[in-house]
């Protein structure tokens, strides 16, 4: 593109959440934040809860995004995501309180180790985190989440491999 701005388009299950012409977008990664400038080579990666911010000049505009993919081509940016949303609007108790309540539902929330069956456990934490996103976008400090590694996907927690099917993972490794 001519103009040396990105086209950038946040897209969520309802429809275009956000669309501009923007100098630099930064967005927060599956592995981590990356930067986006014009004349980015092709890329697409995949996003976790966070906040993307899109700076126009001096300007600076920061929206909380949750899980989805970013395809970068051609100075165009384009982010599929599961939510999009801006901080007017946010009321920041109301958000304590349903992280509150979350809060306490996850300490009564038992995972079963043996099946792996997580039941609301998996959807608790994906809420918790979007309100510490969204806390964090309104100015507050973001709660404290403690989480071992790689608690909020979907087999972290599947039982570990026994008997004949361990077996045949081991004597078929590139299968």
């Known amino acids: 593109m001519a103009s040396g701005k990105l086209t950038v388009e946040f897209v969520t299950p ?3 959440a956000l669309a501009g012409l923007y100098d630099e977008v930064a967005l927060p990664g ?7 400038l014009p004349g980015h080579r092709p890329l697409v990666g995949s996003m ?3 906040i993307a911010t899109l700076k126009s000049g001096s300007e600076a505009t920061r929206v909380a995004v949750g899980r989805g993919f970013a395809e970068v081509s051609n100075d165009k940016v384009t982010v599929l995501t599961s939510s999009c949303t801006e901080r007017d609007g946010l009321d920041p108790v109301a958000l304590k309180k349903e992280f509150a309540e979350i809060q306490g539902k996850l300490h009564a929330t038992k995972v079963d180790k043996e ?4 039941g609301d456990h998996l959807f608790l ?3 918790e985190r979007t309100i510490a996103t969204l806390l964090e976008l309104y100015g507050e400090d973001p709660p404290a989440i403690l989480r071992p590694y790689n608690e ?3 087999f972290a927690h599947a039982a570990p491999l026994s008997g ?3 077996e045949e993972v081991a004597n078929n490794p590139g299968a």
């Open 48 to 50: 976790r809860i966070g």
């Open 115 to 118: 099946s792996g069956d997580s």
């Open 164 to 166: 004949a099917a361990a």
């Open 125 to 127: 934490i994906e809420r």
């Open 152 to 154: 909020d996907e979907p």
């Open 30 to 36: 599956a592995p981590g934040e990356f930067g986006i």
């Open 14 to 16: 309802r429809g275009v």
